[in-house]
């Protein structure tokens, strides 16, 4: 429990330290939905919907679509193979905007334990990125290739429990390192650093609320953008 806060204050600490000196995009807000199908002890099938907004739900930015398959190795580790469909805007040279689909496969790695009363998880995820590009026409081009691989590390601890009910406190900190075809790493990318509060409605469904900054590096600087996101999960249990 001790490490785990020294952990949060050390992340919350550096996010602030990074902060000065970056440029700042507008507020955005996020809506996701998860779900898993739980089929036996070994096996479930999960699903992500993401719509991701500028402003209050003003502005479309995004839409995310992310089916996975998942072996359940024991009670704290499991291994995904998934999909992810991207959408979103891309802006052209000459100021032209188009809709830029990006469909990436991805192995994942999943594991998790208690630290006193926090649930501690961690997890790996390698992505193999094909990103639609444009011609200086505007058609579309052939894909470019690439990977990223993500780590994210986060907690959950029961702040009141009433009954089947329960306010949760939700955390965690994600790095997004782009690779090559050769799965070497090129430099940082990204990092999503998310605090939250979560009610659990039933030991299957809850929803949260939460503040996340996100930090991409992009032509030698850095962008911080801040980020409102609304999530609602329910998962089912077809044993």
Known sequence: MKRFIIAVILVCTWNQIQAQGTAVNPLNTWYFLNSRTTLNEKWSLSVEVHERTQGLGEQHKNFLFRPSIDC????NTEASIGYSLV?????APTGDAFSQVENNLWEQLFFKFNSGQVH???????EHRFVGTFLPDG???DPAFGNRLRYRMGG??????MGDH???AHVFDEVW????????FLS??????YAGLGWKTSPRTNYQIGFMKQRDYKAGSYVNTPIVQATFTHNFNRN
């Not at 940082?188 to 650093?193: A, C, L, P, V, Y």
């Open 166 to 168: 329960a306010l949760f």
């Open 87 to 91: 959408q979103g805007p891309y802006l």
């Open 156 to 161: 959950m601890r029961d702040l009141k429990q």
């Open 177 to 184: 390192l782009p690779m090559n075809e050769q799965v070497e």
């Open 188 to 193: 940082f990318g990204r990092n999503w650093f």
């Open 120 to 126: 501690v998880y961690n997890r790996l995820r390698l």
């Open 139 to 141: 058609s579309s081009g």
């Open 72 to 75: 359940h190795l024991n009670a």
